[in-house]
Structure formats: C-alpha cells, structure tokens
C-alpha cells in the first residue's frame, strides 16, 4: 500500500511526453527486419497494445463507510504542539472500489493543475482507495459535508482526465506510425549512401 494524492502530482503533457519519447526510442532500436512488410504491422500493434494506458476508473457509487476509534498524538492533531499526550477520537473512514493503472491516478489535466487533494491510501491488491478524518475540531456532519462536496470535485477531476487518456489511446497507433515512417526513411537514406559507397547494409 502506498499514499497518493489524486489527480494532483503531475499532469498529462508531462505523461504524453514521457510516453512519446519512450516510443521514439524503442522503435530506433528496432532491427531493420521489424519494418518488411510481413513483419511492421504486427510490430505497431505490439507497441501500441503496450504503450496505450490502462485509464483508472473510481467507482465512487459504490463508497463505503465507517466509524472507529483511534488513538493520535497531539502532534498529528495539532500541528506544530510539543506536547507528546495521546488523544482517543472517533475517525471517519471511507473506502472506494477502482481498476485501472494506480499509477495514473495522480495524474491531472494540464488545465486542471493546482486541483487541491487530500492523501490516499492505495491498496492495489484490494483494489481499494481509503482515506480517514479524525473527528477533532469539527462535527462528524461538517467532516461528511465537506467529503462529499471534495468528492463532487473528484468525481469531475477524474471525468477531464478519462477524456484525455482516451483521446490519447485513440491517436497513439498514428503517433507510432509517423514515427515508423520517420525511421523508414532513414533506414533508406542510410541504406543509399551506404550503396553508393559499394557497402552492405
């Protein structure tokens, strides 16, 4: 399990770019027999199967809850105390259902940046998102309003990003292509000097 912050640590400019250069590289290592023609198209599919993003999916609907109790030091729930007493308070924990790329849920939208998010526990094993509030100076109806309205603002977080990554999935085997055909006209640049100096390729 590990903490995240969704849709708030990079963005999806940074990930595209990330993903375009990691293609631009694999299919520069390519052997020349990859581009014959028996043998390209099946090399552009395997690539694009392997790049396209598996898009994270939060089933909010299907949110559970709970009440418990926890011991916190006055540290945790006052930020900047020294003193070190331990405090008993109810906590409000909510725990989310999601697939997809866990990895993807910290990304956000380029014009979505400085979306504000609370930390996240990921269990990629339950396939479960959970985060907690102490019940410490505010009501347990505030802490339930303010989740629900942070939720609202999730939920629309994550419909922008869904229809980014879609669009990118769907343009990712044209963004392969124009590489390929990059490449191939090199291979055949390469291959002429290379002939006309009466060398192999």
């Known amino acids: 399990m590990r903490k995240v ?3 708030s640590l990079y963005d999806t400019n940074s990930l595209f770019y990330k993903i375009g250069m990691e293609i631009n590289q694999e299919i520069n290592k390519w052997p020349q027999e990859y581009f014959a023609e028996d043998q390209i198209e099946g ?5 694009r ?3 396209a993003l598996s898009i994270p999916e939060i089933h909010f609907e299907k949110s559970e809850s709970k009440t418990s109790s926890k011991i916190f030091s006055n540290a945790v729930l006052r930020p900047g105390s020294a003193s070190d007493m331990k405090i008993k308070v109810n906590v409000i924990e909510y725990r989310i259902p999601f697939e997809g790329d866990a990895n993807l849920l910290a990304c ?3 014009s979505n940046q400085g979306f504000k998010s609370e930390e996240w526990t ?6 479960e998102l959970a985060i907690e509030y102490a019940v410490y100076g505010k009501t347990s109806k505030t802490i339930i309003h303010e989740h ?8 629309q977080q994550q419909n922008d990003l869904k229809a980014e990554l879609l669009k990118f999935n769907a343009g990712l085997e044209n963004m392969i292509r124009q590489v390929v055909e990059k490449r191939k006209a090199e291979i055949k640049s390469q291959n002429s ?5 009466g060398l192999k390729s």
């Open 193 to 197: 000097l290379l002939s006309s100096l």
């Open 43 to 47: 090399c552009v599919k395997n690539l």
């Open 122 to 127: 990921v269990d990629t094993k339950t396939g």
């Open 5 to 7: 912050k969704l849709f």
């Open 49 to 51: 199967t392997e790049k």
């Open 148 to 155: 629900k309205n942070y939720v609202t603002d999730l939920m």
């Open 108 to 110: 956000t939208v380029s």
